[in-house]
């Protein structure tokens, strides 16, 4: 909820993103990260994701 609110999307959707259930573009990473306050190639690389504790591990089904 809060990223959520924080970036002004709806919850669903981004629940939906967590869970490898909605595709994304560029545009909406880049909100992420923005929400999130790491640069988006940080978002993209799961190592570094992770050990900054910014998001689940399950957001990155698609980079596996």
């Given at each position: 909820?809060?990223?959520?609110?924080?970036?002004?999307?709806?919850?669903a959707?981004?629940s939906?993103?967590e869970?490898?259930?909605?595709?994304?573009?560029?545009?909406?990473?880049?909100?992420?990260?923005?929400?999130?306050?790491?640069?988006?190639?940080?978002?993209?690389?799961?190592?570094?994701?992770?050990?900054?504790?910014?998001?689940?591990?399950?957001?990155?089904?698609?980079?596996?």
């Open positions: 909820g809060k990223l959520a609110k924080k970036i002004q999307f709806k919850v959707f981004v939906s993103i869970n490898g259930k909605a595709n994304v573009t560029i545009s909406t990473l880049e909100s992420i990260a923005n929400g999130l306050n790491v640069k988006l190639i940080d978002l993209l690389n799961e190592e570094t994701a992770n050990q900054a504790k910014k998001l689940p591990s399950r957001f990155y089904h698609f980079n596996k």
